[in-house]
């Protein structure tokens, strides 16, 4: 019996946890397969061994686990894969499909650009938008950003992008705004983040700090959340998953 077992990041904020339940939820409602649950990397439950041994107690024969990642980093080519390895270990006679995340998708620049101009404002030409990853030791992480800050200025003729980070890679949300305080008379923020959670929040209170010190305009705009572009790049990444036919974690 086929299962689809859905693996979120996890927060310590209920709020974020609940906003990616629901949109995981809104998706697996188009999905005609018999088991579906949902758990998290980290901080939030259930575990993905929990999920995981969920699937097998409602007699799943085969599971395609789908990561609800924005980007391809050490979680999703490392600490998954290892925890999916040693439950086929424990469970061999299960088969394991391991999915993509989002990645570099065309669509997710239409979203970006419509977070944009939701925001209430109006691109000027001295206009600068700063789009914040989570950040990663891993160089795919920045590359593929990149990538997808260059999808949206040559969609949309962006005067002025540039992709930054709050952990683990450069430069740094901070230093970016601060390096860009006497270059542009506005600022947008736009998170590459997909729910609520803390990192939104340390975003919000940078943003604070910097405007007592600054009286240059800067916009936030909302994370990605609930789209239903996000939700059509969900359902390709499970569509490819199901017809996957042997275990990969690479």
């Known amino acids: 019996m086929k299962a689809l077992l859905f693996i979120c990041h996890g927060t310590r904020l209920e709020k974020g946890r609940m906003e990616a339940e629901e949109f995981v939820r809104l998706c697996m409602a188009q999905i005609d397969v018999p088991i579906k649950e949902i758990c998290f990397l980290e901080l939030s439950e259930p575990s993905i061994t929990q999920g995981f041994e969920t699937c097998i107690e409602k007699r799943a024969t085969s599971i395609s686990v789908i990561p609800v990642f924005l980007l391809s980093a050490n979680h999703i080519k490392i600490d998954i894969p290892n925890e999916l390895q040693q439950l086929q270990t424990t469970y061999p006679e299960v088969e394991v499909n391991y999915g993509r995340p989002f990645g570099v998708h065309q669509a997710i620049s ?13 691109l000027r030409k001295n206009s600068h938008i700063l789009l914040v990853g989570r950040g990663s030791t891993d160089l795919d992480v920045k590359r593929d950003l990149e990538a997808i800050a260059s999808n949206v200025q040559d969609h949309y003729g962006i005067p002025s992008i540039q992709v930054c980070f709050l952990t683990g890679s450069e430069p740094s949300f901070e230093e970016a705004l601060w390096s860009s305080s006497e270059l542009y008379e506005q600022v947008i923020v736009v998170p590459y983040l997909l729910f609520s959670g ?29 789209h239903p572009i996000l939700k059509d790049v969900l359902l390709t990444r499970i569509h490819e998953t199901l017809e996957t036919k042997k275990y990969a974690c690479s």
Do not use: D, F, M, P
């Open 110 to 122: 239409h979203l970006l650009w419509e977070k944009i101009i939701k925001s209430a404002v109006t």
């Open 198 to 226: 803390l990192l939104i929040n340390g975003i919000k209170h940078t943003i604070i700090r910097y405007q007592q010190q600054t009286t240059q305009n800067v916009t936030l705009c909302e994370t990605l959340g609930y």
